[in-house]
Antibody
Framework: QVQLQESGPGLVKPSETLSLTCTVS????????WSWLRQPPGEGLEWIGY???????NYNPSLKSRVTISLDTPKNQFSLTLNSVTAADTAVYYC?????????WGQGTLVTVSS | QSALTQPASVSGSPGQSITISCAGT?????????VSWYQQHPGKAPKLMIY???NRPSGVSNRFSGSKSGNSASLTISGLQAEDEAHYYC??????????FGTGTQVTVL
């Protein structure tokens, strides 16, 4: 059974960079797409972007200027970097397998943007 | 890109059937058969219930079914059970080469 686990700082200061890693166990990175999504407290889901095992990426147009998703295949990990964060970026961040539909999810990690 | 529109809440008694609507546009739901639905219990990660409009993943009860007509999609839960009480979200691919979620619907079992 594929399992995903997010890791990274739970608190980031405004204007700084949010960095999270997702570790995949019980399966291989290939040949799948791997996505990041988020959910502000009490709100709905938002797709951030995905990376294909080949390295191709696709990002939400509203976040594209600030987002990078990368892959570390030997470690079975993929990562999210979000620059110049504000309070509006406070959310539970999820990693998931797939693009468009997501059959496997991490448990989510709350990232708070505050000074 | 605007979120897909869902009713804020839907309720039903045990054993009844309910339908959750998801209204989009000709640029998302109307353009592709790439609609998925997710169930989310409080404090938990979402769970995939339906993909590609009407396909059920292995392990999901056949009480859950999906459909699409024009620019709108629907999720029907038949034989409503207490465990079905949760938030539900729809999702669609769009012509902007991105993915948009619905506003979410709270299902209450009376």
């Amino acid at each position: 059974q594929v399992q995903l686990q997010e890791s990274g700082p739970g608190l980031v200061k405004p204007s700084e960079t949010l960095s999270l890693t997702c570790t995949v166990s019980g399966g291989s990175i290939s040949p799948f797409h791997w996505s990041w999504l988020r959910q502000p407290p009490g709100e709905g889901l938002e797709w951030i972007g995905y990376i294909h095992f080949s390295g191709n990426t696709n990002y939400n147009p509203s976040l594209k200027s600030r987002v990078t998703i990368s892959l570390d295949t030997p470690k079975n990990q993929f990562s999210l970097t979000l620059n110049s964060v504000t309070a509006a970026d406070t959310a539970v961040y999820y990693c998931a397998r797939g693009a468009g539909w997501y059959g496997f999810w991490g448990q989510g990690t709350l990232v708070t943007v505050s000074s | 890109q605007s979120a897909l529109t869902q009713p804020a809440s839907v309720s039903g008694s045990p054993g009844q059937s309910i339908t959750i609507s998801c209204a989009g546009t000709s640029s998302d739901i109307g353009a592709y058969n790439y609609v998925s639905w997710y169930q989310q219990h409080p404090g938990k990660a979402p769970k995939l219930m339906i993909y590609d409009v009407s396909n059920r993943p292995s392990g999901v009860s056949n009480r859950f079914s999906g459909s699409k007509s024009g620019n709108s999609a629907s999720l029907t839960i038949s034989g409503l059970q207490a465990e079905d009480e949760a938030h539900y979200y729809c999702n669609s691919y769009s012509t902007t080469n991105s993915y948009v979620f619905g506003t979410g619907t709270q299902v209450t079992v009376l």
